[in-house]
């Protein structure tokens, strides 16, 4: 099972705001961008790419079979 995903926000005491992602994977975090700079009157200026940005979602499989019964 994976993790909700979240966002951490920092703010520092000179007033530098950071934030990282949690769990959301691939290039989904990228879509977390421009909402935090809307919601925060602010621009990147810088980014970087987190482990999760190279996970993959875990994908479950379920077969049916039919079994005999005895």
Known sequence: MTER??????????????AETHDIL?????DYVAVLEDLLAA???HSAFTADHARTPAVLRQEN???ERA
């Open 5 to 18: 995903p979240r966002i951490v926000i920092t703010v520092s005491s000179s007033g530098e705001v950071s």
């Open 26 to 30: 691939g290039d989904q975090c990228l």
């Open 43 to 45: 621009r990147a200026v």
């Open 65 to 67: 079979h039919d079994v």
